[in-house]
């Protein structure tokens, strides 16, 4: 549930950045989404797994059945891996974003009718 009410915030930031760069924020918060899912399962699940030493059989048990703290602990471990690869998935994508040129509206307004002359030589 956390991580719903963070990727909210993240996914609002990434909008407001966005259309200052004159870009689509429906657009870039789909980016926004799909790569926090993408790193959480490809990159943050596995990870997880392979450095818990739990096999996917017994972390489906783990959450269906918790029964010591043990495993209560290992399910923290799980989790907080993949959030921070889900999280490198938004900081790729804010990357991206701050790469592209800012839209600067002045700029449309400074062309004139000369402007659009052939120069005299």
């Known amino acids: 549930m956390a991580d719903a009410i963070i990727l909210i915030f993240l996914c609002w930031g990434i909008s407001i950045k966005a259309r200052k760069k004159g870009l689509s924020s429906i657009r870039w918060i789909f980016y926004t989404i799909a790569a926090w899912f993408g790193a959480e399962l490809f990159i943050g699940a596995p990870l997880a797994l392979s450095l818990s030493h739990i096999n996917a059989e017994q972390l489906r048990n783990m959450v ?58």
Do not use: H, W
């Not at 703290?69 to 993949?82: V, Y």
């Not at 592209?100 to 030589?121: F, Q, S, W």
């Open 64 to 121: 269906l059945n918790p029964t010591s703290n043990a495993d209560l602990s290992q399910l923290l471990l799980f989790e907080l891996i993949a959030l921070m690869a889900a999280f490198g998935g938004y900081l790729v994508i804010r990357y991206n974003l701050e790469k592209k040129p800012d839209y600067d509206d002045n700029e449309k307004k400074d062309v004139g009718i000369d402007d659009l002359k052939p120069p005299v030589k």
